[in-house]
């Protein structure tokens, strides 16, 4: 581009010279850059180097300091240096180190951070832009705050500046003539009255004026599109607002329009106004108006004159309403265009009020809404309790105005959430929420007074709870002096709907108890109002839930006995508690709740058949309570629980109220039978019977007095020969022969114990079904079967065994066996199992398990050359004298089962003397496998059934290397000699002393 052209936007030559400024000369002077405070990173880093130098100075000076000694022995290489693994460990040596070590890491440190700070140095030039931008804005911001300071203390010096006077002497003349002196005459002449057909012709020209212009070239606002033409004039209508006429005075359609008359279309106000100051500034306002903004304009400001007279007016109900019938229950307040009138002023708690304003009708953003929303309304703020209530909104009638009917709408919410807050808190208490009492909420949207809440006291006693419109106080009705102190109680609460529930609760509480002490004196019942107990001691009795607690005794009941009641909102329980006096008055040394069950368990009726035989299950469960505390005295588990549904279901309710009208006591038979006081073995536990016994009361006995306990219980398994049973046993023991059911019946004095005589019972009981379950579970066939004696076969090939076992009146046990039987071999270890704990079972196992091996031991014995020794239940020796050889068997677990294992346990010297044949023969044997047997080549495993014949096979093999000459004397003695040891020094092998079985770790004896 030509230099000519230098300037020319757009490539266009300028008419004229170019002037020689340019946009950038124009452009405002550059901020003031700020470099004070700023350091060059090189005097950084070259402190840094000089400081990590001088520390390195004095961190060499002090480890020179330190003094560090060759410790003794240390070794050392040809050139000084300390060998690896000699370290010196020297206190001096390591402080050394730590210092050269803490020098490194804090040096590390600042050169990290130096590091850091020269990559962000990088870009000091724009965080240097920034710096100096922050301070430019701070200063023009105090500028602005400096301008306003300054006009503030000019209005402050301008304060005792003088008004000119007023102009007295015109005023005078004005008032007085109508006119000024020195005002000209300028002469003009009124002009003619129009006829009536000249008015008649104007107005219809006027209409036609009207009616094209706003329908073919006005653009009408949204809320005027309601009009009507008609007498010279234009009526816009906004419903429940306003209607205002306008005319033209011009044919030009640009011309404006001019406000003629107005008319509130809301009650209550004036049908039109009056002619004054307000009609001429609101005729005044609204020509500047239409001149100016048009009709749209002039919708505005009426819109907003009348929301504004509608404040004025509901402003005025509420004063009415301070002044009348809420006379210190409202109090208002005008904040510019909003009304804020607190009602419930005298009540505790937060502030509510509701707060009458106009909101713009623009979103945050400042845009209009669509519709008619776009402008201006009236709108209510609820405060419930110091907090904004969003999710209820108020809404009134815009046509008919009344501050007593929106008062009376926000009235009426808040009476709905408080006792809609109180209905759902008692609904979660456990009487409502079971449905045992009613609870019924009754609301409403407009009218306070509808809103109630009707509680159920007791069976006969309901509240209605009401709220006062005007005070906001809880009211109860009916009046009652019972109902006034908890109106009393409600009228303190600061947090109703949270917390007035209480009081109510309280209220149930009192009504009952007044209930049950007015019907208890009618049964006879002594009302004990003395019996102050301690907080504590009701604690630790009662339920934590309890509010209120009566205590009762009848005439005749021992004075260390009372019947209590316990009420809270989980209902009403009835106690039988034991007292006992002390210095400090009266303590609870038990109770006992009385299992009560019907239509409403948790409310029982308080009707006089119900106490009085309530007293007889008292009087009842106080000879059961001392039953309970033997229980407890022997430590035996038991529990107390109302009979099943089952045995009162064809009884009326009003009957099954009381549960059987006895409960019924468990016992945990286990714990009973192997109590220290029952001396019993714990073998005895749960082996033969169901865990749980069952005791429950009969009646008493019209002739004496005596109270009949039924027993009942239940075997695991039903007993086969029932009826040759029962002719062993007492006659008041029942058997049932298809579920195992059994019973018996004990009579005796109200308050003894009964603990003993069913243990006795059980006993009896107990050693007949060990038998029975034992034989049966093993399947072994019983021959007979008696309280005193059981006969079983355990074996029947290749022989048939049996046991016979019985049972002494000491309770030991006896196992006798028939001549010839081969368990007679190890029948002092299995009679000492037989009494250890499960040891019938133990020795029935034994017995079969054993029976292979005893089989092919007796047969063994028979040889002369060999005896059997048995060591234990699980360990035997046989032992050969020709060839000598001495066999080991033992009885061990591998790979969870039982295995027999059979080993040479030959002491050294038979080994070296044996003949290499027979060696190599067992070494054959030790190696080959069979059925259910597989050689180890130090021995043989074999399973419980197969031993028989691998003992055969191998007894087979020594009786093939004997010599054919018979025995010498020294082998004859020698064998004796052992059989002599193995008697006379067996350990638990010895007749007659207690033999136990063998508790050694590798003779585990698996039994299943």
């Known amino acids: 581009m030509a230099d000519g052209l230098k300037g020319a936007p757009n490539g266009a030559i300028p008419n004229g010279d170019v002037p020689e ?55 050392s290489s040809a050139y000084g240096n300390h060998v690896n693994g000699n370290a010196n460990v020297s206190a001096a040596n390591v402080e050394k180190k730590m210092l050269l070590m803490r020098f490194a890491q804090a040096r590390r440190d600042q050169f990290i951070k130096t590091l850091v700070l020269s990559q962000w140095s990088r870009q000091a030039g724009d965080v240097s832009k920034a710096i100096d931008l ?96 008609a007498d010279g004039r234009a009526t816009f209508t906004v419903p429940s607002e306003f209607e205002v006429d306008v005319s033209i005075a011009e044919e030009d359609s640009s011309s404006q329009f001019y406000f003629i008359d107005f008319r509130f279309l809301f009650k209550p106000s004036p049908t039109e106004l009056p002619d004054g100051r307000i009609r001429a500034q609101l005729e005044g306002k609204a020509n500047d108006v239409l001149k100016n903004e048009g009709l749209a304009g002039l919708y505005l400001f009426l819109h907003e004159f009348v929301l504004t007279h509608k404040i004025g007016v509901l402003r005025r109900q509420a004063l009415e309403m301070s002044r009348g019938n809420w006379t210190e229950s409202v109090r208002l307040e005008i904040v510019r265009r909003t009304l804020v009138l607190q009602y419930w002023t005298n009540r505790p708690g937060g502030k509510s009020w509701i707060e009458i304003g106009i909101k713009s009708g623009r979103l945050k953003e400042g845009k209009l809404l669509p519709g008619e929303e776009s402008t201006s309304y009236l709108d209510i703020r609820w405060m419930r309790e110091n907090r904004e209530v969003k999710e209820i909104p108020i809404t009134f009638d815009s046509a008919n105005l009344s501050m007593e009917a929106i008062l009376n709408k926000a009235i009426a ?119 102050n107990l301690k907080q504590e001691e009701m604690k630790r009795i009662f339920p934590r839930d309890t509010l209120r607690i009566s205590f009762f005794r009848r005439d005749g009941w021992l004075e260390n006995f009372i019947l209590a009641v316990s009420i809270s909102m989980a209902g009403e329980i009835w106690w039988i508690a034991e007292i006992y006096q002390n210095d400090s008055g009266y303590s609870v040394n038990n109770a006992i709740r009385i299992p009560i069950r019907s239509e409403t368990p948790n409310v029982p009726p308080t009707s006089y058949s119900f106490l009085c035989r309530l007293e007889g299950v008292a009087a009842s469960m106080i000879s059961h309570y001392v039953n309970t505390r033997d229980l407890a005295r022997r430590g035996v588990a038991h529990s107390l629980r109302p009979p099943s549904n089952s045995s009162s279901s064809t009884s009326s309710s009003e009957n099954s109220s009381l549960a059987g009208q006895i409960p019924t006591l468990f016992v945990q038979l286990s714990s009973l039978l192997c109590s220290p006081e029952s001396s019993l073995r714990p073998t005895v536990q749960t082996t033969w019977a169901k865990d749980v016994l069952r005791i429950s009361y009969s009646g008493t006995s019209i002739e004496d007095g005596k109270l009949y306990s039924t027993i009942e219980a239940r075997l695991k398994e039903p007993l086969p020969g029932v009826d040759i049973i029962n002719d062993r046993l007492d006659e008041d023991v029942v058997f049932h022969p298809k579920t195992g059911a059994f019973a018996f019946q004990l009579k005796t004095p109200v308050g003894t114990s009964i603990i003993d005589p069913i243990i006795t019972r059980l006993k009896r009981i107990g050693r007949l079904t060990r ?29 048939l065994l049996k046991a016979d076992i019985g049972l002494g009146t000491d309770g030991t046990m006896s196992l006798n066996l028939d001549k010839g039987n081969p368990h007679l071999l190890i029948k002092d270890f299995l009679l000492a199992f037989l009494n250890n704990d499960n040891g019938l079972e133990h020795v029935t196992l034994l017995l079969r398990l054993t029976a292979p091996l005893v089989l092919a031991l007796d047969k063994i014995s028979r040889n002369v050359n060999a005896i059997v020794l048995p060591r234990s239940i699980d360990h035997y020796h046989v032992r050969y004298s020709n060839p000598p050889c001495t066999i080991s068997i033992r009885l061990r677990q591998r790979r969870d089962e039982n295995k027999w294992f059979i080993s040479d346990a030959s002491d050294q010297n038979t080994l070296e003397s044996r003949k290499p044949e027979f060696k190599e023969a067992l070494k054959d044997l030790f190696m080959s496998d069979g059925p259910d047997w597989k050689g180890l080549r130090t021995g043989i495993a074999t399973g419980m059934m197969a031993v028989g014949d691998v003992l055969d096979q191998l007894d087979n093999l020594v009786r093939r290397f004997q010599q054919n000459s018979p025995p010498t004397a020294s082998d004859a003695a020698g064998i004796n000699q052992t059989a002599t040891a193995g008697k006379d020094k067996p350990g638990p092998n010895a007749k007659g002393s207690n033999p136990q079985p063998n508790n050694k770790k590798d003779n585990v004896v698996v039994l299943d």
């Not at 005002?183 to 107005?203: F, H, R, S, V």
């Not at 309901?462 to 005007?470: D, K, S």
Request: charged share 20%; aromatic share 6%.
């Open 21 to 75: 400024t340019t946009g950038l000369q124009e452009a405002p002077a550059e901020i003031e850059h700020i470099t004070m405070g700023y350091q060059p990173l090189s005097r950084l880093v070259s402190r840094l180097a000089q400081e990590t130098f001088n520390n390195l100075g004095e961190v060499v000076n002090a480890m020179s300091e330190l003094t560090v000694s060759k410790p003794a022995g240390q070794m």
């Open 134 to 229: 922050k301070v430019w804005l701070d200063r023009q911001r105090a500028l602005y705050e400096e301008a306003g300071a300054w006009m503030g203390e000019l209005k402050r010096n301008l304060e005792p500046a003088k008004m000119p006077n007023p102009d007295l002497r015109t005023a005078l003349e004005v008032l007085s003539t109508g006119k000024a002196s020195w005002m000209p005459d300028l002469g003009y002449l009124p002009p003619d009255p129009l006829t009536p057909e000249e008015m008649l012709k104007t107005l219809r020209k006027i209409n036609t004026l009207l009616s094209i212009r706003l329908n073919l070239e006005e653009t009408l606002p949204p809320h005027f599109k309601t009009f009507t033409v």
């Open 413 to 531: 919410l808040h009476t709905t959430y408080i006792l809609s807050s109180m209905h759902s808190r008692l609904s979660t208490l456990a009487l409502f929420a079971q449905k045992s009492l009613a609870l019924s909420l009754s609301t409403s949207d407009t009218e306070p007074m509808s809103c109630s809440l009707q509680v159920q006291l007791t069976a006969t006693e309901t509240a209605t709870i009401l709220v006062e419109p005007t005070t906001g106080r809880f009211a109860l009705n009916p009046p009652s002096l019972l109902f006034g102190r908890a109106e009393y109680e409600l009228n303190r609460i600061v947090n109703p709907a949270a917390d007035a529930f209480m009081p109510i609760a309280n209220l149930r509480c009192l009504a009952v108890e007044q209930e049950v002490e007015t019907r208890a004196r009618c049964v006879g019942w002594k009302i004990l109002k003395t019996m």
């Open 771 to 799: 038998f029975v379950d034992v034989v049966r579970r093993i399947k072994l066939k019983c021959e007979t079967i008696s309280l005193s004696r059981i006969v079983f076969v355990y074996n029947t090939t290749p022989l």
